[in-house]
């Protein structure tokens, strides 16, 4: 079993010295160093490289950079995604991301994490477990989203929240850990001032 193998299958592997995944997450990083140079005019240009980044994309999305990733092949976006900057994923397993999901600055997706054993880490082993995140998700400034976590549909992160475990549907979370402080209702539609 190759060690990119291994990580698909959710066992510990090495990320570290394995010749093929540095090979691939340097050249990853290398599109995602391009991605970052271009003018914020060029956005044909930004739109194209992601494309060939990650390994799905819908058709309207927007990435401000700077963004940073680790393999890209394991992204996926929904229709409507936007990220502002500074969005970091570490997709050694897949990253999710449904319809209509915005992202504030500074967050990151971590599916990479470390052995808690001293031994085993400093062997340059880890593992890497899926995030999901649905539809029509909004997730606040600051928010650390990590290993194997799902987030559900019309839910909001609060930010400054660390992620480590499941949110429903239809919550607003906050806090580290991150938990759901209450629904959200048709309240929440009357809640800021509009023109009509």
């Known amino acids: 079993?190759?060690?990119?193998?291994?990580?698909?299958?959710?066992?510990?592997?090495?990320?570290?010295?394995?010749?093929?995944?540095?090979?691939?997450?340097?050249?990853?990083?290398?599109?995602?160093?391009?991605?970052?140079?271009?003018?914020?005019?060029?956005?044909?240009?930004?739109?194209?490289?992601?494309?060939?980044?990650m390994g799905k994309t819908k058709d309207n999305f927007v990435i401000t950079a700077p963004f940073?990733?680790?393999?890209?092949?394991?992204?996926?976006?929904?229709?409507?995604?936007?990220s502002n900057h500074n969005c970091v994923i570490l997709d050694c397993a897949k990253v999710v991301f449904g319809d209509n999901v915005f992202i504030a600055p500074n967050c990151c997706f971590s599916t990479a994490g470390h052995p808690i054993d001293a031994k085993q880490r400093n062997q340059g082993l880890e593992y890497a477990y899926p995030i999901t995140v649905g539809n029509d998700v909004w997730i606040g400034a600051g928010v650390v989203v990590l290993?194997?976590?799902?987030?559900?549909?019309?839910?909001?992160i609060g930010a400054g929240s660390v992620v480590n475990r499941d949110i429903?549907?239809?919550?607003i979370a906050v806090g580290n850990p991150c938990k759901p402080i209450r629904e959200i209702t048709e309240a929440d539609k009357e809640k800021y001032k509009m023109l009509k």
């Open 1 to 53: 079993m190759t060690e990119k193998e291994k990580a698909a299958a959710g066992y510990l592997y090495d990320n570290n010295y394995d010749e093929e995944l540095v090979k691939e997450r340097t050249a990853c990083k290398d599109k995602c160093y391009k991605f970052n140079q271009l003018m914020p005019s060029q956005y044909e240009e930004q739109k194209a490289l992601i494309k060939e980044i």
């Open 68 to 82: 940073w990733c680790d393999c890209g092949y394991n992204i996926e976006i929904g229709e409507n995604f936007y």
């Open 147 to 156: 290993p194997g976590v799902t987030i559900g549909d019309n839910t909001v």
């Open 168 to 171: 429903p549907s239809g919550v």
